[in-house]
């Protein structure tokens, strides 16, 4: 099966996607590591951004 036009677009647009959920992901992580850093970390924050970044990574992985 050739490739045409359209189905490069197609993979450009995913490539593009998981990019951008990468980035979610990054950013997440490092909002989870400036939250564990404070003296008093908020148990609830924490347990919301370590779900947020499982659920990106998995759909990072399903792409």
């Known amino acids: 099966m050739a490739l045409t036009e359209g189905d490069s677009s197609i993979h450009s647009g995913t490539a593009s996607h998981v990019h951008a959920l990468q980035s ?18 908020d148990a609830a924050t924490i347990q919301y951004l370590k ?4 659920a990106l990574k ?3 992985a399903r792409h």
């Open 24 to 41: 979610k992901h990054a950013g997440v992580d490092a909002k989870l590591r400036e939250e564990m850093a404070r003296p008093s970390p």
């Open 51 to 54: 779900k947020r970044k499982l």
């Open 58 to 60: 998995e759909e990072i």
